[in-house]
């Protein structure tokens, strides 16, 4: 009876995990592997496996705690199953359907270092606009008195530099 009593509150508790949150992190994992489904389902199993070893710390983690505790799980798994492809030769799989899981460090970092090379691409006026309004967290009145322009013209002059900001980030590959 207690053996019974145990597997079915495994069952029950896994059950909850996939329906809860089974389709977001199923959806995340494919997203971080490329889209690969299968994968992803493994991947899945495994932190619904992990989710059930670690019952008594997700409880004391609350409902809300939980969530966040999976995508994390997931994000873990699926680097880990990048890095052991490193270390055994991939047979059948190209160099472009490897997604390389990305530290959000390195990311910002990487986008940090576009939007400045992006920036040498808006002409003086445009970068000088946006550095008094965004970099130097400067209003538009302070921006005005400096520049000695009118308000009207440092709000033209922002829409059409950061208009011009969005389109050639565009046109260099970021999406937002």
């Not at 994968?39 to 199993?45: G, R």
């Amino acid at each position: 009876m207690g053996a019974t009593s145990v597997e079915s509150d495994c069952e029950r508790f896994i059950r909850v995990i996939y329906d809860e949150h089974g389709d977001a992190l199923r959806r995340f994992a494919a997203r971080l592997l490329g889209g690969d489904w299968t994968k992803a389902e493994d991947i899945l199993q495994e932190a619904a496996i992990r989710a059930w070893r670690h019952t008594g710390l997700l409880a004391r983690q609350g409902k809300d705690g939980v969530r966040p505790w999976l995508f994390t799980v997931v994000r873990n798994l699926v680097t880990d199953e990048h890095r052991a492809r490193l270390v055994r030769p991939v047979s059948a799989c190209t160099v472009d359907e490897l997604v390389i899981p990305v530290d959000d460090g390195i990311e910002r970092a990487l986008t940090r270092q576009v939007v400045h090379d992006t920036l040498d691409d808006l002409t003086p006026q445009q970068r000088q606009i946006l550095h008094h309004t965004y970099f130097q967290g400067r209003s538009v009145t302070e921006t005005a008195q400096v520049l000695g322009i009118a308000e009207g013209t440092v709000k033209s002059r922002t829409y059409y530099a950061l208009r011009a900001l969005r389109s050639a980030l565009h046109d260099r590959g970021v999406r937002f």
